[in-house]
T-cell receptor, first 112, second 117 residues
Framework: GQQVMQIPQYQHVQEGEDFTTYCNSS?????IQWYKQRPGGHPVFLIQ?????EVKKQKRLTFQFGEAKKNSSLHITATQTTDVGTYFCAVPGYSSASKIIFGSGTRLSIRP | NAGVMQNPRHLVRRRGQEARLRCSPMKGHSHVYWYRQLPEEGLKFMVYLQKENIIDESGMPKERFSAEFPKEGPSILRIQQVVRGDSAAYFC???????????????FGPGTRLLVL
């Protein structure tokens, strides 16, 4: 069946250090979305990637879609305490595009 | 523009009781998704609905769970005869139809935290 793997599961960094989370799919994707969930909060949409090799930036966040459209990454430069939370990738279901499959998430914690 | 609204935000039920969770999508959105999130885990898709229509319920347990999105009023996720394992956060998300990409960005509500005693 379709699998979406996210690594690492946890990441603890010093404030100011960089952070990267990776999302890998067992199937080729039409597109991928990224969400952030603060502790105790709800997922908030960050971005959607559609094109092979696409790179998008939002201030200190850089999102990349792999050339083969089977993997993606989110990189945060110079983390700040406001970046704390869990980052999820989300992909359309292989058997049903209306079904959204979320990765297991990467939880980012930061030492001030 | 009000976001997605869910109520109640917290719900406590005893085993065997019924839980009814409500979701009002963003204005202009006609698509609603329900997800379940266990503590320290990711989001699990349950059901996708449009007005008066269940599009995909492949993530919904076959028994005790049902969902509806009537022509008027909020979407309802109903859990009958709750058990302790139903304790989780239940998130609703709504979306417009994204015709350009044929895939829809989702806007999540604050969730309902269900605790079954």
């Amino acid at each position: 069946g379709q699998q979406v793997m996210q690594i690492p599961q946890y990441q603890h960094v010093q404030e100011g250090e960089d952070f990267t989370t990776y999302c890998n799919s067992s199937t080729t994707l039409s597109n991928i979305q990224w969400y952030k969930q603060r502790p105790g909060g709800h997922p908030v949409f960050l971005i959607q990637l559609v094109k092979s090799g696409e790179v998008k930036k939002q201030k200190r966040l850089t999102f990349q879609f792999g050339e083969a459209k089977k993997n993606s990454s989110l990189h945060i430069t110079a983390t700040q305490t406001t970046d704390v939370g869990t980052y999820f990738c989300a992909v359309p279901g292989y058997s049903s595009a209306s079904k959204i499959i979320f990765g297991s998430g990467t939880r980012l914690s930061i030492r001030p | 523009n009000a976001g997605v609204m869910q109520n109640p935000r917290h719900l406590v039920r005893r085993r065997g009781q019924e839980a009814r969770l409500r979701c009002s999508p963003m204005k202009g959105h006609s698509h609603v998704y329900w997800y379940r999130q266990l503590p320290e885990e990711g989001l699990k898709f349950m059901v996708y609905l449009q007005k008066e229509n269940i599009i995909d319920e492949s993530g919904m347990p076959k028994e005790r769970f049902s969902a509806e999105f009537p022509k008027e009023g909020p979407s309802i996720l109903r859990i009958q005869q709750v058990v302790r394992g139903d304790s989780a956060a239940y998130f609703c998300a709504s979306s417009p139809l994204d015709r350009a990409t044929n895939w829809e960005t989702q806007y999540f509500g604050p969730g309902t935290r269900l605790l079954v005693l």
